[in-house]
């Protein structure tokens, strides 16, 4: 390999990387409310850069060189740097779950908060902030809550002196006023001392999974207080004389206060930012399509007869270019935050 050869294939290197940063600098201004189309289109650029530079270097007959660079690239994309950001694109294409879902990755369960080219953040029960490497996600299993709907539920022992029959109709009304859809009860265990109960019921609204499960646990609790029958330890031992003493507590008349924040309010707040980002940018593309089609219109029908009233279709385009630059005034400090 000539070696003048081998430094012209390389000094044309730096205006194809110039130009492709360039483009991707463009893409990045024009999609800036549109992250779906910004990977795509900058994914596309880069690739496409690499595929001229090394025709650029096989031209210059840089051979040796291309191979020495393809060794490189192929010991390079074992660390878990290159790993992470294959993955990233192997769950950009799969859109398995999207910002807001609730996932859990072998121990850790949250909402799905940012989806970057290498890792993913999701936020806990405890508002806690998470980061996995996309090489977990496509390593181990990944649980999605279904949006449509998913599984309450809640266990607990009551003695063999209870009647099962009685404990059923007990826990479905306590299902059932938790308003979860189609309740259950089944029995998991009959253990040496107890029998314990699960009972439970599809969520419609999964994004208040949080407060159902307290709900359902609290119905539990009033239900079958309400029903006479104790909840207390198959070994419960107190050195008090109890004898005619039960342990359920009294009523007491005084409605609870309810909070006016839900936990799930608290606890995901950065998430709910991030969908609202969401949904705003959404919103953002469809407003543009719509302006682009109606402009399309107006210009089509001023060609072909400009005798005709179009102030109708101005008004509305008008209406909907002011509705675009409310929804980007909105977007603009939100996203910062992000």
């Known amino acids: 390999m000539d070696f003048k050869e081998a430094l012209a294939g390389i000094f044309w290197i730096i205006p194809i990387i110039t130009v492709a940063f360039v483009f991707y600098l463009l893409i990045e201004r024009k999609f800036k409310h549109k992250p779906k189309e910004r990977k795509r289109y900058s994914l596309a650029v880069w690739l ?7 025709l650029v270097l096989l031209s210059f007959g840089s051979a040796d060189l291309v191979g020495i660079l393809l060794t490189a690239g192929i010991a390079i994309s074992s ?8 993955a990233g694109i192997m769950l950009g294409f799969m859109h398995d779950f999207e910002i807001g ?17 290498f890792h993913i953040q999701i936020q806990t029960e405890d508002s806690d902030i998470i980061v ?25 022992s009551l003695g063999y002196e209870v009647n099962r029959k009685l404990v059923k109709e007990i ?8 308003e979860l859809e189609n309740p259950f009860v089944q029995i998991l265990e009959l253990g040496d001392f107890s029998v314990t109960y699960r009972v439970g019921g599809l969520l419609k609204d999964v994004s ?18 309400k029903g006479k029958i104790e909840i207390v330890s198959p070994t419960f031992m107190n050195t008090r004389n109890v004898a005619s003493k039960t342990f359920i507590p009294k009523k007491i008349r005084k409605k609870e206060q309810e909070s006016e ?18 949904d705003l940018q959404a919103e953002v593309s469809l407003l543009e399509e719509r302006i682009n089609e109606n402009k399309k219109r107006l210009q089509k029908s001023e060609k072909e007869n400009p005798e005709l009233n179009l102030e109708q279709l101005k008004e509305e385009i ?21």
């Not at 826990?171 to 938790?178: G, I, R, V």
Request: charged residues 25%; negative net charge.
């Open 79 to 86: 660390t878990t740097f290159i790993a992470n950001a294959m």
């Open 132 to 156: 996995l490497p996309n090489l977990q996600l496509i390593n181990n299993p990944v649980t999605v809550m279904r949006s449509s709907g998913t599984i309450i539920s809640s266990q607990l």
């Open 48 to 54: 496409f850069a690499a595929l001229i530079t090394l």
């Open 208 to 225: 208040s999974f949080i407060s159902a499960r307290s709900e359902l646990r609290e119905e539990i609790l009033d239900s079958l207080h």
């Open 171 to 178: 826990l479905l009304e306590a299902a059932k006023n938790s």
């Open 318 to 338: 008008r209406e909907m270019e002011l509705e675009l630059e409310v929804i980007l005034l909105r977007l603009e400090p939100d996203e910062a935050e992000i």
């Open 261 to 278: 924040l839900k936990p799930e309010d608290v606890v995901f707040s950065d998430v709910k930012k991030a969908q609202e980002i969401e």
């Open 101 to 117: 879902d609730a996932i859990k990755v072998d121990d850790n369960f949250g909402l799905v908060m940012s989806k970057g080219p």
